[in-house]
């Protein structure tokens, strides 16, 4: 926010502070009448006392838990205040008013017809008279009662926690009874829905000749497993002897033999090969003794030979032996394969047409049974629970009857503070709607917008004339600044010259301000006249207490010259031309051709002229003297007369080509409006002690206070 912006913003609120203590004799006048009829109406309000009964709420649930752990239900933020609507329900209440026999006792308090008041106008008064909240945000809820009875209170409050009790127990077993009730018709139901599954199910499995071992197993299936296991064992034996075939083919000579001996565990294999490796350590020892051709070592030769020989056979039917092993294990395995495939055929089929519906009508069975169980489970459970004791409402505190003194209505504090802020409401509004009707000039911003005019003056209220309060007054130097404003408002005229003070209104203050004005002026060495032009209404002379038998009217009228009206006054540089006896036939005196002859043979005696008019509005003798002075001073009296009046007299000055200098804002309340507070106080200061300071200095110093308040 710019410093202009914030600038406004504290004008703006000071207008309003203005407003306020500018009329608060009316604002204290409102809260006054406002707070005496508040007390008034409060002393003849009959007390009412409160009862309360606070409960416990809480949604239904078992004292005991009888099958199973209760759980809390989340929080539920609409239960506590359907809670309260529910207390506060007709069916509540209607059962309170019964209980209580409420109609009778309320009868005559409420001026009913046969003794017995109506059941709604019952209604309605109670309702009126129950309030019901939550307590600190917690489970529990307040039944307050409000009655001229305290009695009477505490018994309904009571009352209504009682019958509220009742209503959720009643209501839970109700619905429990009801629950039980439509269980046992559906289990009924139900068992009926289990007899005909089941003879569906006897149906299917006699027309479907179909066999169950035990419960779940039927015998094609039992078959169909034994198959499969059968062919998958049979494979595996068929492929371990395919593996071993092919190992011992893949081998010959030394290797097939060292290998069959941990490939087929053939005893007569290992007898040959040990005769074998006996034989060949015998030839190896004759060698070493015998020959090649020696007999013996022939003959060991010729027995070797001859085993290697059945070993070599023999091994030719291990392989032999092995591979029609491993023949007859594929032609088994491809056996059990055809037979299974053929069985798992055979099932689809059957699966299909037999089995399909059966077990469809199984499970149907089953389910059926399912539900007729939890049914049963559920009746049983409900039944118990219905008796088992409950408590959704609890009374924690009863109600009791407050004591004789402890009352709740009236509230004679709070209403006496409440009736003196309405009143303090209502008296600034009616101070903003009268400143609102009233377009009178209040600031020097009125002056300047309205009229079109400097404002050369600010006078403060209840200014008397200086000669009565001495050359000392504060008040002085409000003058002072209006004659330095003069002097520059007539832009280079000069500081001497005729000037006519008029207002638009009577009692404006303008003949007390001509009067102010010509006291500083001649202090400050000016030589002043007054001339007291107003014939209807003059008053100068009672400023200075001299007679106006003789003066202007006698000048006007050639009956004596100018030099012997003009009245010399205790104070120097300061002479007086009273206004003379007004012949009533004389009424137009004021022409303009006398008054302009006259004005130049007073400018040319005296440094400053002042003339003191009537009020410009209404009568001609303002506009003729106003045209023919050199500067015309226009004083508004603060908040006396709508702008409108000023208005008019500007323009009127303006008609008769009066130069009008500015105006004289009178009888400002410095104390009320504290736009023009520091006007008073700068004059005050300035003006402490006068009396060290020399002529000269004091003039020079409202030289430049009239400099600042141009």
Not at 76 to 94: A, D, G, H, V
Not at 215 to 243: P, T, W, Y
Not at 534 to 539: E, F, H, I, M, Y
Not at 577 to 588: A, I, V, Y
């Amino acid at each position: 926010m710019s410093t202009d912006q914030q600038q406004d913003s504290k004008l703006h609120f000071l207008d309003y502070w203005r407003v306020i203590k500018s009329r608060k004799e009316i604002i204290l006048a409102v809260v006054l009448l406002v707070v005496l009829t508040g007390i008034f109406y409060t002393l003849t309000m009959p007390k009412i006392y409160m009862a309360n009964a606070r409960i416990s709420v809480r949604e239904d649930m078992l004292d005991v838990p009888v099958f199973e752990r209760q759980f809390l239900s989340s929080y539920n933020p609409f239960f506590l205040k359907t809670q309260y609507e529910i207390i506060q329900s007709r069916p509540i209440l209607y059962q309170v008013i019964q209980n209580l026999d409420l109609q009778q006792r309320w009868a005559a308090k409420y001026g009913a017809e046969g003794g017995l008041l109506r059941r709604e106008d019952a209604y309605m008064v109670l309702s009126k008279s129950v309030r019901v909240s939550q307590y600190r945000d917690t489970s529990l809820i307040d039944i307050q009662v409000y009655s001229e009875d305290r009695e009477e209170a505490a018994k309904i409050a009571n009352e209504i926690a009682n019958v509220y009790r009742e209503q959720r127990l009643s209501l839970k077993r109700r619905e429990v009874k009801r629950g039980v009730d439509a269980l046992e018709n559906e289990l009924q139901k139900q068992q009926e829905r289990v007899d005909a599954a089941e003879n569906e199910l006897e149906r299917l499995r006699r027309e479907g000749s179909v066999t169950i071992l035990q419960r779940g197993f039927r015998v094609d299936k039992v078959r169909l497993q034994q198959l499969e296991a059968d062919r998958i064992a049979s494979r595996v034996d068929m492929l371990v002897r395919e593996a071993r075939l092919n190992q011992l083919e893949a081998l010959s000579g030394e290797e097939l033999l060292n290998a069959s001996a941990y490939i087929v565990n053939d005893q007569s294999l290992m007898l040959l090969r040990k005769q074998i490796v006996d034989a060949e350590v015998q030839l190896k020892l004759l060698l070493e003794n015998f020959g090649v051709n020696h007999p013996e070592v022939r003959r060991v030769q010729a027995a070797l030979d001859e085993l290697r020989v059945k070993l070599n056979n023999a091994l030719e039917g291990l392989k032999k032996g092995i591979r029609a092993d491993f023949e007859v294990a594929r032609a088994k395995y491809q056996a059990l394969e055809a037979e299974l495939e053929a069985a798992r055929a055979a099932d689809i089929q059957t699966e299909a047409e037999q089995y399909l519906p059966f077990e469809r009508a199984q499970r149907n069975v089953e389910i059926q049974r399912e539900i007729l169980t939890a049914l049963r489970a559920r009746v049983a459970q409900q039944g118990i629970e219905l008796e088992v004791p409950r408590t959704p409402v609890e009374v924690i505190e009863p109600a009791e009857a407050p004591p004789e003194n402890r009352f709740v209505s009236p509230r004679y504090v709070f209403n006496i503070v409440l009736s003196a802020l309405i009143g303090l409401i209502a008296g600034i509004g009616l101070a903003f709607f009268i400143e609102y009707l009233d377009t009178s000039v209040k600031t020097v911003d009125d002056v300047e917008r309205h009229l079109g005019l400097p404002v050369l003056g600010v006078i403060p209220q209840k200014v008397r004339s200086l000669m009565e309060e001495g050359p000392d007054s504060a008040h002085a130097e409000a003058y002072r600044v209006l004659r330095t404003n003069m002097q520059f408002a007539r832009k280079g005229g000069g500081p001497g010259g005729a000037f006519a003070v008029v207002s638009g209104g009577v009692g404006e203050g303008k003949s007390t301000t001509l009067f102010n004005l010509a006291y500083v002026c001649a202090q400050l060495g000016d030589k002043v006249l007054i001339v007291d032009s107003d014939l209807r209404r003059p008053v100068q002379h009672t400023f200075l207490g001299v007679s106006n038998r003789f003066g202007l009217t006698n000048v006007l009228l050639k009956e004596a010259p100018v030099e012997e009206a003009i009245k010399a006054t205790s104070l120097p540089n300061l002479h007086f031309l009273p206004s003379g006896k007004l012949p009533r036939t004389s009424l137009g005196l004021l022409d303009s051709q006398r008054m302009r002859e006259l004005v130049r043979n007073l400018k040319a005696r005296y440094d400053v002229v002042l003339f003191d008019s009537p009020p410009i509005v209404g009568v001609s003798d303002a506009s003729i003297l106003a045209s023919e002075v050199d500067g015309v001073l226009l004083v508004v009296q603060y908040r006396k007369y709508p702008r409108d009046i000023s208005s008019r007299a500007r323009r009127m000055l303006d008609n008769v080509g009066a130069a009008v200098l500015g105006v004289v804002l009178n009888n400002i309340n410095i104390l009320r409006d504290d736009n023009y507070y520091y006007y008073h106080s700068y004059y005050s200061h300035y003006d402490q002690s006068p009396e060290s300071a020399p002529a000269g200095e004091l003039a020079a110093a409202s030289s430049r206070d009239g400099k600042d308040a141009l």
